[in-house]
């Protein structure tokens, strides 16, 4: 069964400074992996997502990540974090299952910004 | 209106009441999910529906019923509710399909339930 690890329950930064963000995964097969972000009183909005390809990928806000399969991982950057990044962050990765889509879901990092 | 619509936002219900909660996509999409978000916990898939046919169950309670009428709508009857249900309701929908545009989950805000 696929499962993702996000090491860091609460990350916290500077406005302005850099920002990575920890995601293993396990899954037999060539992941669907994506990012979502949460912020207080919402759902989840896609991030960024990687199906094959680049293994950088770009997403919106400014972030970016980069699929490492030698590392199960697929870790979440921004070169520059603004006040309004404060959110939490979930993993996730998702197989195909007669015709069901599943994703499966991180437990979330928190991200605080401080000013 | 647009996107993915879950109402109501808040609900406070006590152990022996019935309640529903509701979600609505307008997207055209022909897939919906509902997932568990509790304190401190992954967000848990409890159902799916593919062009309203139930295709997951995630071992979820009895408790708990879903029903989906039609692609567009999705409700989620509530009865002898424990105070361990409470938690954010979390609605989903996505596009049927093969191509990669299709393996994306578009979320509600929510229903925040509170159980008494």
């Known amino acids: 069964a696929q499962s993702v690890t996000q090491p860091d329950i609460h990350i916290t930064v500077s406005e302005g400074a850099s920002l990575e963000l920890r995601c293993n995964y396990s899954?037999?097969?060539?992941?669907?992996l994506f990012w979502y972000v949460q912020s207080p009183g919402q759902g989840l909005q896609l991030l960024l997502k990687y199906f094959s390809g680049d293994t950088l990928v770009q997403g919106i806000k400014g972030f970016e990540a980069e699929f490492k399969r030698s590392q199960s991982s697929f870790n979440l950057r921004k070169p520059s974090v603004h006040w309004s990044d404060a959110a939490e962050y979930f993993c996730a990765v998702g197989r195909l299952s007669g015709g069901s889509y599943i994703p499966t879901f991180g437990r979330g990092t928190s991200l605080i910004v401080h000013p | 209106e647009t996107g993915v619509t879950q109402t109501p936002r808040h609900l406070v219900m006590g152990m022996t009441n019935k309640k529903s909660l509701k979600c609505e996509q307008h997207?055209?999409?022909?897939?919906m999910y509902w997932y568990k978000q509790s304190a401190k916990k992954p967000l848990e898939l409890m159902f799916v529906y593919n062009f309203k046919e139930q295709t997951e169950n995630n071992s979820v309670p009895s408790r708990f019923s879903p029903e989906c009428p039609n692609s567009s709508h999705l409700f989620l009857h509530l009865h002898t509710l424990q105070p361990e249900d409470s938690a954010l309701y979390l609605c989903?929908?996505?596009?049927?399909?093969?191509?990669?545009?299709?393996?994306?989950?578009?979320f509600g805000a929510g229903s925040r339930l509170t159980v008494l």
């Open positions: 899954y037999g097969a060539t992941p669907y």
């Open positions: 989903a929908s996505r596009r049927a399909g093969g191509d990669s545009g299709a393996n994306v989950l578009t």
């Open positions: 997207l055209g999409h022909n897939a």
